[in-house]
């Protein structure tokens, strides 16, 4: 029987792709359980029980395998906007799905607030997401801008409050209720008036 030239690298390429999402997994658990800086590469790699080598070769260092492993897509341009006078409440509830399914945003909370990269990785949603958000509703770019950032700052306030400091009032609140609370706030950033 003759052997398939392809088959030999179909199967190293198979165990590539495992041992890339076994790493990932590993450091996706580590950094949320640990935070950015108390996890290590050699933490990570005993986790996936693998050699830290082979996380290096994969991901080249920590700051690396961080981007990857919090690479979060919050889907905002795929939102319906309509009815445009009733956006606020499906976006926050939106925003706390979100919160509420990927423990690596808490990780990536955390770090944002001293590392320049995940800083980065967490506005290039409001650069890459809000800000189209508010483009849709047909705002000019400055008052887009604006807006935006001020809808990020709220849902990232309560973020920080109720899943980074658990707040104990924070975590009390009901879903509903917060977007009872919060959805109102974010529409009027969305689509009063300038003032």
Known sequence: MRQCGACPRRQAARRSDATRATILAAA??????????????????????????????????????????????????????????EIGRPLVRHFLTLWEENAELTALMRVGA???????????????????LARRLGHEPEQAQARAALCVSTVLGLALTRYVL?????????RE??????????????TAPTP
Do not use: C, H
């Open 28 to 85: 996706r658990e580590r950094f949320v359980a640990d935070g950015y800086e108390k996890s290590t590469i050699r933490a990570i790699a005993r986790d996936a029980k693998i050699d830290p080598s082979m996380v290096m070769r994969y991901y080249g260092n920590k700051a690396g395998l961080f981007a990857v492993a919090v690479a979060i897509d919050p889907g905002l341009p795929g939102l319906s906007l309509e009815p445009r006078e």
């Open 114 to 132: 001293t590392d320049p990269a995940a800083a980065d990785r967490m506005q290039s949603v409001l650069r890459e997401q809000m800000i189209p």
């Open 166 to 174: 658990r707040f104990p009032a924070s975590m009390a609140l009901g």
């Open 177 to 190: 209720e917060i977007v009872d609370w919060l959805g109102p706030t974010v529409q009027r950033y969305l």
